[in-house]
């Protein structure tokens, strides 16, 4: 069902859109991993505020990696093609990586898009769930993220450590998964 | 006084607005002013349903047979249809004042 809260997590390698391959593993004090693709409307409506977190945190050595899991065969709006034209449209502010085979996407729990994960220099999950609590406010500014950004950053316990992803269901090889909604 | 207009949602599932667009409606056509209409929800759950009845995703407003937001260039697909508000940004719902427009002018004279 996904690593919990706290929970120790594995690094991992994958293909990435321009080529070449990513390994994310925990070097940094912070990584930052967001399921994401290229045609949800609440992953597009998050997109920007998740991009100026990037751009905000990069400088303070937080390594950010976003991830598209959907079935490209189902959707090629999310082909590897299609994620590199938008990379090559300046559209992303970190590695664009695809999990065609899915298995690290369950591994990690994601279930929906945009769906947020922040580990602490150790491997440990501190913060899953959504960038902030409403994907119409760009005033929000990805609070929930930044916030346990922050807390990560400076040794302490995030406050709010889980909150509800909210998005579109990711799109599984075999639809086998249960209804993120339900 | 002629009946409410009937208004059927075509949504899936895996989609988080589906749930909430019976309420949207509500609430959009309550401060515009304008009559609520009859919602009806119908679910899509598979490709092979989607692609029969040219879903373009969730939620999709029909009325009278037609869509009342046409899509351009949207395969049919299993997902959250993407809208765009009047100020561009991408929305799972469409902009409200778009949603009334042409709920207007589908409306019974």
Redo the contacts between chains.
Sequence with gaps: MGYAIDEITEPFTLPRAGGGEVTIDWGAPATVLVWTCN????A??W?DRIQRVIEDYRPRGVVFAQINANDPD??PVDSMAAMEGRVANGEFASDYLQDAHQSHSKRWGARVTPDVFVVDGEGRLRYHGAPDGD??D?DQNARYLREALDDVLAGRTPLRQKTPA????I?WIVDDQP???E | MSDPLEILVLGW????TT?TVREWIQQTCSEAGIPAPSVHIEYIET?AEAHRRGFVGSPTFVVDGVDLLPAVDSPP???????RLRDG????LPDPADFVAALSRRAPA
């Design positions: 045609h949800c409307p609440y597009l409506a997109h189902r959707f994907h119409t760009p909210v998005g579109c269901r799109k209804d993120p909604h | 599932s895996g989609c988080p749930g490709d697909a299993l997902s959250c249809r993407l809208y940004r991408p929305s799972p």
